[in-house]
T-cell receptor, first 113, second 116 residues
């Protein structure tokens, strides 16, 4: 069965330091993979997506993610955290049906001044 | 583009009352989704429409929940009668063609429902 595991429920960084949010997936094929961000009291906004083209995907707001098939990982990174990055981040995989998404449990990012 | 538009943004209602949540998808999108988000269960797909036709309603909790899509630009999710355990954030989302994997699904800002 497909699954998405976000390895950290909470990540805390200082402003200006790098961000790493970890995601592993389990699938019998190479799925489409997405990172969404949810700010407090807001909907989910797409940061970036991978659909079997380049393995390094660049997204909005300076975020990027690298698809590593050998490690079944799709970790999200940003070189320098900003206070406005504080939010919940969801790693999401396309499911076995074209319309189904498999959501990770989310990682809450806290950015300290 | 205005994005996916949901109303109301916030609703507080008494147990037993009918609740209707509304959604306007992005113009030109032919796939529409209703999701529910709770602390305990995360994000759950309730129902998926393609070209205004319900394709998968297996996530609808029970008969108290119903969803319609009378045309390409409008959908409703109705709860009748509402119960306190229905308190959650309900998201509507749309995509250009979810018959193909990998298409981006765009979410609305959510309807925050509290049933007391």
């Amino acid at each position: 069965a497909q699954s998405v595991t976000q390895l950290d429920s909470h990540v805390s960084v200082s402003e200006g330091t790098p961000v790493l949010l970890r995601c592993n997936y389990s699938s019998s094929y190479s799925p489409s993979l997405f990172w969404y961000v949810q700010h407090p009291n807001k909907g989910l906004q797409l940061l970036l997506k991978y659909t079997s083209a380049a393995t390094l995907v660049k997204g909005i707001n300076g975020f990027e993610a690298e698809f590593k098939k050998s490690e079944t990982s799709f970790h999200l990174t940003k070189p320098s955290a900003h206070m406005s990055d504080a939010a919940e981040y969801f790693c999401v995989a396309g499911g076995d049906s074209s319309y189904k998404l498999i959501f990770g449990s989310g990682t809450r990012l806290l950015v300290r001044p | 583009d205005a994005g996916v538009i949901q109303s109301p943004r916030h609703e507080v209602t008494e147990m037993g009352q009918e609740v209707t949540l509304r959604c306007k998808p992005i113009s030109g999108h032919n796939s529409l989704f209703w999701y529910r988000q709770t602390m305990m269960r995360g994000l759950e797909l309730l129902i998926y429409f393609n070209n205004n036709v319900p394709i998968d309603d297996s996530g609808m909790p029970e008969d108290r929940f119903s969803a319609k899509m009378p045309n390409a630009s409008f959908s409703t999710l109705k709860i009748q009668p509402s119960e306190p355990r229905d308190s959650a954030v309900y998201f509507c989302a749309s995509s250009a063609n979810q018959q193909r994997s990998g298409n981006t699904i765009y979410f609305g800002e959510g309807s925050w429902l509290t049933v007391v």
